[in-house]
């Protein structure tokens, strides 16, 4: 049982080594891999347009984005579709 669980234990290293050469584990990714040109524009990315996370808008502000739900584009899988204009003023549906 003992040299069963050692030979798991180093093949598990073994394998941690070649992937650590490699630069395919994970871990070496994370804590190794340094910063290149393109992250460094990803991060502009995010700086500059916010959180990618859906907005939630209360439905007094809804109602006002749709003109009262004046303009019906179709049915969608939860509902009607309604034409909207965002404050900024990009259209939404």
Request: glycine content about 10%; hydrophobic content about 35%; overall charge positive.
């Amino acid at each position: 049982l003992g040299a069963g669980m050692m030979g798991i234990i180093i093949t598990c290293a073994i394998i941690c080594i070649f992937r650590k050469k490699n630069n395919s584990s994970i871990l070496w990714t994370i804590c190794c891999r340094k910063v290149t040109k393109s992250d460094q524009d990803l991060e502009a990315i995010i700086r500059n347009y916010g959180s990618l996370a859906p907005k939630r808008y209360s439905f007094p502000n809804v109602k006002k984005m749709t003109n009262s739900f004046k303009d019906e584009l179709g049915q969608g899988g939860y509902g009607r579709v309604y034409k909207g204009k965002l404050s900024d003023g990009r259209l939404v549906a």
